[in-house]
């Protein structure tokens, strides 16, 4: 035998002569035809796996990684103050934050910024949900909705618009004061539970 020829092993060899039948002892045509009736005979029985959507949708895990979300606080303004930590921790480049400074007259979220500009691709989007645990305020979250498909590219650019959590009861829609006496330590403690009349009133006379 040549040094290169490789080595064949016994047991490689006994296992091939085992799965070949011997002579006399294979199946009948007919046996091998009623076993594969059986296998189909005994699937009409069992609960079919296929689910006639979109007429019936399936339920999704609570864990599930849907569309994202831009939250609220309870009394109207946003969660995000446009620090932009979800998008430098997307590795699909799917987010685009411009930030913006709030002011008297334009207080969209506590504290010093709010996300002028928000934005998601959902062509490049892979629902890791590395965004929402980059989040320090817990704006974005990703809710059990899965169905954004749609017919043109630009329609799967999501903007901030598209993503904003809607209005509850007790809220107002921003721009608004904060809360009398609050500040955005409060609001991130979970002390705002409604809008205050104030703030309904001053954001009249803002706008």
């Given at each position: 035998m040549s040094e290169l020829e490789p080595k064949r092993s016994d047991a490689i060899e006994k296992a091939a002569a085992q799965s070949v039948?011997?002579?006399?002892?294979?199946?009948?045509?007919?046996?091998?035809?009623?076993?594969?009736f059986w296998v189909t005979f005994s699937t009409m029985f069992k609960k079919p796996l296929v689910i006639e959507y979109p007429e019936v949708k399936p339920e999704t895990q609570?864990?599930?990684h849907g569309r994202h979300q831009l939250n609220r606080y309870e009394d109207?303004?946003?969660?995000?103050?446009g620090c932009e930590l979800c998008a430098w921790a997307c590795?699909?480049?799917?987010?685009?934050?411009?930030?913006?400074?709030n002011s008297e007259r334009n207080q969209i979220s506590p504290g010093e910024r709010h996300a002028k500009v928000y934005q998601i691709n959902y062509l490049r989007?892979?629902?890791c949900g590395l965004c929402i645990e980059a989040c320090p305020t817990?704006?974005?979250?990703m809710t059990n909705e899965y169905e954004i498909a749609d017919d043109k590219r630009e329609k799967l650019i999501w903007e901030k618009e598209d993503l904003l959590a809607p209005l509850r009861?007790?809220?107002?829609?921003?721009?608004h004061p904060m809360y009398p006496?609050?500040?955005?330590?409060s609001y991130y403690r979970g002390e705002i539970k409604e809008a205050h009349p104030s703030q309904n009133q001053n954001s009249q006379v803002n706008k």
């Open positions: 039948p011997a002579s006399g002892q294979e199946a009948s045509p007919f046996l091998k035809q009623l076993k594969g609570p864990r599930f109207g303004l946003e969660k995000c103050i590795p699909a480049d799917a987010i685009y934050v411009e930030g913006e400074n989007c892979i629902f817990r704006a974005l979250t009861q007790g809220m107002l829609m921003p721009p006496g609050a500040d955005h330590h």
